[in-house]
């Protein structure tokens, strides 16, 4: 006797929609949308490397002028890795590090190039962009390990958890990622925002990685809104994987 729709033990198909649930979905990384968040994520790093350059304190914590939009590097590194996945995710890292390198490049040569009798900004151009290099250094280096963490830690986490569980990876990969990018940035850029002790070092270091995290946490809610925006609207989402 066939098993009726009524029958607990009734064993149809899943639904794509349930299957979709179960496993990790990604859509092509060939979407004008991915294209977007990749030109803001850049100039996102390459803006606060610049803002890195000055050392910032509020009564007894210790930061840099770009402490306000690093986080935002983060969260829309999350929306591509959760969105287009690890190989997108890895391939706009490197497009990052590339452009940052490259703007670090033009600032040197702006430098360089001898200054008109009548300008008067060469030394505070200097002083401003002529750090950028040793910040460029530690943000690059920072962002590329960090980044990728974060990335293999999300995908990873999604794997294994399909479509549900998007809050807890989005906590667990920014920690993870944020962490490392944190040590490996503060133990460069230190001496050039002139951090000298080690006490002031630890600050700098519990501070940044406190602040980023703790942003990041605080975004998570719209982070989470502005994935399911994008998987919304992307057509081949779950189509083609990551």
């Not at 350059?53 to 935002?72: E, Q």
Request: aromatic content about 12%; hydrophobic content about 50%.
């Amino acid at each position: 006797m066939h098993a009726t729709s009524g029958d607990p033990t009734n064993t149809l198909p899943a639904k794509p929609a349930d299957r979709r649930l179960r496993q990790a979905a990604y859509a092509s990384a060939g979407s004008p949308y991915f294209s977007a968040v990749l030109a803001l994520m850049a100039v996102v790093v390459i803006l606060s490397n610049i803002g890195a350059t000055k050392g910032v304190t509020f009564g007894p914590i210790i930061t840099d002028g770009g402490f306000f939009l690093f986080p935002l590097a983060y969260i829309l590194g999350d929306v591509v890795s959760e969105v287009y996945g690890f190989k997108a995710a890895r391939r706009s890292i490197i497009i990052t590090f590339l452009l940052a390198a490259f703007a670090s490049f033009c600032f040197w040569v702006i430098i360089t190039l001898p200054a008109a009798d009548w300008y008067t900004g060469q030394a505070a151009l200097e002083q401003t962009l002529g750090p950028v290099w040793q910040i460029v250094a530690a943000s690059l280096c920072g962002f590329l390990v960090g980044q990728t963490l974060n990335s293999y830690v999300l995908v990873r986490m999604k794997d294994r958890l399909g479509e549900k569980g998007l809050v807890g990876r989005l906590m667990g990969s920014t920690g993870v990622g944020e962490f490392a990018d944190t040590l490996i940035f503060c133990s460069i850029a230190a001496t050039v925002i002139g951090i000298s002790t080690v006490p002031e070092f630890v600050n700098y270091v519990l501070v940044g990685f406190i602040y980023k995290t703790g942003v990041e946490f605080l975004f998570v809610p719209i982070t989470t809104r502005v994935i399911r925006w994008f998987k919304r609207r992307e057509p081949t989402y779950g189509v083609a994987n990551g």
